[in-house]
């Protein structure tokens, strides 16, 4: 089993930043692909950002995102971090971290294990 424990949520003012790390236990693999989705109030998880382990700097975002959050992973640690800039007001939301060993989940983001998220509010 794999646990994902995310961290670094709170409030801020929008246009400030914040910085969500997911430390990863448990099994481990050789090769996976780990993710960032959210989940704002009354709407569906959406995907914000994904990197994977096999490649230095291959990384996606949403375009909501582009520019202005970075993925990157500490393979060291077994941490995946999510920098957040220039926050906006609609970037409030739950933000889950997840993992999958599958390669094919580069492509279509189906993960297979989950954080229990943390809340990040931007107060406009």
């Known amino acids: 089993q794999v646990q994902l424990v995310e961290s670094g949520g709170g409030l801020v003012q929008a246009g400030g930043s914040l910085r969500l790390s997911c430390a990863a236990s448990g099994r481990a693999f050789t090769t996976y692909v780990m993710a960032w989705f959210r989940q704002a109030p009354g709407k569906e998880r959406e995907f914000v950002a994904v990197?994977?382990?096999?490649?230095?700097?291959?990384?996606r975002y949403a375009d909501s995102v582009k520019g202005r959050f970075t993925i990157s992973r500490d393979n060291v640690k077994n941490t995946v971090y999510l920098q957040m800039n220039s926050l906006k007001s609609e970037d409030t939301a739950v933000y889950y971290c997840?993992?999958?060993?599958?390669?094919?989940?580069?492509?279509?983001?189906?993960?297979?294990?989950w954080g229990k998220g943390t809340l990040v509010t931007v107060s406009s």
């Open positions: 997840a993992l999958s060993p599958r390669s094919g989940s580069w492509f279509n983001y189906d993960m297979d294990y």
């Open positions: 990197i994977n382990s096999w490649s230095v700097g291959n990384t």
